[in-house]
């Protein structure tokens, strides 16, 4: 198991000690997990303790969280100033609703947030979860228009294989087709356009990254064309897309994205359910690249993962049609903005600040991509992407060719070996396909060099396996 440098995957399942995995096997319904590895002799990891880039298991085996979780974990696990913050303000008011009414810690967290956005994104509207920020930022889209003269448009444009979560809504503005099918029919008016995946963009743009995010991003246009201008109300767009393996924006994409939207009267919207607080060095990515979208969709690092607490935060331009009169965004959840989840928000921004975690992001990013980069040495490794502390190595049968893996091997490669390998020596990542093969790899914002080393390290050792097997 853990840092023991084996690879042999099978855990002998002994009923006291592993009580709590048989109970989790039994009970637990486990999300997006194909529940019959576990009768078929698999062990449900069972993870019992954090402490800063390190996780445990029930049996005491330490693993590198190299996800954050799951893209969450910004400020590292066993916080204590982020538990104590949540623990006074549950002492001090528990609960309650932001419906007609407000507490100080969704008040202040609001103000916080909107300074941090960029523009005039001034209003905010909390959630739990980064699928209901974007199933609200869609519903408002639409009334918007409503309201606004053109209650017509409705639909939304996205790209190929992202994921924006799992609410009908969300789920129908997803792109990832295995996701969608069991729940089909979903909300209309999903309609969708190529992400940024430079490492596969059509040949003709090969060697051009501007080039190929302007063949991109007008995309975008040519759908809103085709489906008219008068039916689309938003554009849903990642920073960096996390489903495919981390893709950045080619230089020039977003802002042609934001002309595009301006030129159509169609809102732009920034889900940095990921990509948010830090994950790219700023508290928003879109601040980074310098675009101002109309709406955020943000969840995950806002508290580091010590609460659930998800926000879509709209422009002054958008919140216009609801400031008078009787109006109102007929849209809630119980525990939005919940006074817990605020007031650890709020604790763990003064620790981004106080310790300077997008600072840290910044002067180590280039680091972290230069270890990662030294992997492409293994003939496992098509290419390594992404910004930040947010990377994805993609993993082909022919470096040359680009060749990806057959659906059988795709699944004997991460389902049967990597997934497990990667855990057994010690790294916690995720080994995905919703597009082609990809690693990734999210670590806590608090990483350096020697993280990065015991990374590659670890992929080095898994990878050179993983070409073993084919
Ligand atoms: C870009 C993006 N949007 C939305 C979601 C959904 O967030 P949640 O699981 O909090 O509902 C995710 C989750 O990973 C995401 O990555």
Known sequence: MGNTMTTTP???????????????????WMHFTRHSTYYDGGHVPVIVKGEGSYIWDDHGNKYFDGLSGLFVVQAGHGRKELAAAGAKQAEELAFFPIWSYAHPRAIELAERLAGYAPGDL??????????EAVETAWKLAKQFFKLTGKPTKHKVISRAIAYHGTPQGALSITGIPDAKIPFEPLVPGGVKVPNTNYYRAPDEYRGDEKAFGLWAANRI?????????????AVFVEPVQNSGGCFPPPPGYLERVREICD???VLMVADETITGFGRIGDMFAMNRYGVTPDIITCAKGMTSGYAALGAMIASDRLFEPFKHGQTSFLHGYTWGGHPVAAAVAMENLDLFER?????????????????????????????????GFFYGI??????????????????????????????ENGLYCRADDRGDPVVQLAPALTCGQKEFDEMERILRSVLTEAWTIL
């Open 263 to 265: 030129e159509y009267d």
């Open 221 to 233: 246009a040519e759908a809103i064309e085709f489906e008219g201008a008068d039916s689309v109300a």
């Open 355 to 387: 310790e300077g975690l997008n600072a840290n992001v910044l002067a180590n990013e280039g680091n972290f991509r230069r270890t990662l980069e030294k992997l492409n040495d293994l003939p496992i490794v098509g290419d390594v992407r992404g910004a």
């Open 122 to 131: 001034n209003r905010v509207f909390f959630t739990t979860g980064g699928g």
């Open 10 to 28: 099978q855990h002998v399942t002994e009923p006291g000690r592993d009580a709590l995995a048989n109970s989790a096997r039994d009970h637990l």
């Open 394 to 423: 993609e993993l082909v049968k022919d470096k040359v060719t680009r060749e990806t893996f057959t659906d059988d091997e795709a699944e004997r490669l991460l389902r049967g070996f990597l997934s497990k390998a990667l855990f």
